[in-house]
Every structure is written in C-alpha cells, then in structure tokens.
C-alpha cells in the first residue's frame, strides 16, 4: 500500500520572530495608568500633557503647605486653650480668697488682743493661734501667700503708703511697719500691703 504523497506531513514552515516584538509578563500586566508613567518617564508626553502635570504639582504643592498651615494653627490653639484652662485652674478661686482675707485679718487682731492679756487668756490665745494656722494650710494648699514688705524698699505694684514718717537711719521709702498684710495669689497680687515709708534717709 502506497502512502498518499499529497498526505505526507510536510515540515513547519520556518517562522522567526523577534524577541523584542513579544511582550513580557511584566509588561502584559501593566496597566493604562502604569504605562502613562512610565511614558512620562521616557518624555514620551504632549506639551499639553506636561503643563497638566505642572499644574498639578503646583496644586499639590499648595494644598501641602495650605495643610501645613492648618496644622499649625490647630496646636497653637491647643497650647493657648491649655493655658488658658491652666490660668482659669490658679486664678479661679481669687474673689472668695479675697473674702477670706478678712476673716485672717481678724484672727489675727483676736491673737494681738489675747496677747496683751495673755493671762486670763491662755486658752482662747491657743485656740485662735491653731485657728489661724489652719487657715494659713488652706491659703498655701490654693497658692496664697502673705507678702513680705517689711525693710523693702517701697514698690507700689505691691504697697499701699499710708503713712510717711521722717527716720533718717533708714534709706527713703523703706517699709518700717505693715497695716495690713499683703497677699499673693501664685504670681498675681490678691490684696496690696497698706504699709509706712521712711523718709528724710539718703
């Protein structure tokens, strides 16, 4: 039996394709928005193209520093809130520390009384003295102090004069005696010292 010639197999026909021409796996999967960047990279864009890009550089550039602004103002408000809750925290008590005072200023003219009679006075001495010594706990726990004028030269930031007395022993406007104390309230005054000056020294 004859093998049909018009059925032989005949050999593939030789095909040559260059390796350029046949996209790699990488590039296959690259997609619309990968492959405009890497045009980009190569310059492969229109002028019109270019001057977008620009302009998009330039907005982003303006809202960073539009977002860098923002930010700052944020913590500046945060750090003037926090003072400000920090100043209302010291300062808050002031007008019923200052009512208070009048109350210290009587236990103490009640300690100068049971003093001078300290005799028939023994135990109401004693127990004004704690009393008053309380008080004072209290006034430090809230930051409040007395004030120490005597021998300080006269400042009226602090000082109320009340009185003028000639010593020329003493430099011109030494305190020489307090009327009232003076209080603070942490770094504010609460009440003035009423108080008495030298004057006639060098």
């Known amino acids: 039996m004859t ?3 018009n059925n032989e197999e005949k050999p593939a026909e030789n095909t040559t394709f260059d390796v350029d021409d046949v996209p790699t796996e990488n590039e296959a999967d690259l997609s619309e928005e990968e492959m405009a960047a890497e045009n980009a990279e190569a310059g492969d864009f229109s002028q019109v193209e270019k001057d977008n890009i620009e302009s998009l550089r330039l907005e982003n550039a303006h809202l960073k520093d539009e977002y860098l602004r923002a930010l700052a103002e944020s913590e500046n408000t945060k750090k003037r ?5 920090e100043k209302n925290n010291k300062y808050a008590i002031s007008s019923f520390a200052k009512n ?3 109350v ?3 236990l103490h003219r009640a300690i100068e009384a049971a003093a001078q009679n300290a005799e028939n006075c023994q135990d109401l001495l004693k127990g004004v003295e704690m009393t008053e ?3 004072m706990k ?3 726990k809230h930051g409040i102090s007395k004030m120490d004028v005597l021998g300080k030269h006269f400042d009226p930031n602090f000082h109320q004069v009340i009185q003028e007395v000639e010593d020329k022993t003493k430099p011109n406007g030494t305190v020489i005696a307090e009327l009232q104390t003076g209080y603070m309230i942490n770094d504010r005054i609460l009440r003035e010292a009423m108080v ?3 004057k006639g020294g060098e």
């Open 3 to 5: 093998k049909d010639k």
């Open 104 to 106: 210290a200023d009587n």
């Open 133 to 135: 010594a309380e008080l």
């Open 196 to 198: 008495v000056v030298s």
């Open 81 to 85: 809130c926090a003072q400000e809750i």
């Open 100 to 102: 208070l005072l009048t």
């Open 138 to 140: 209290v006034f430090d």
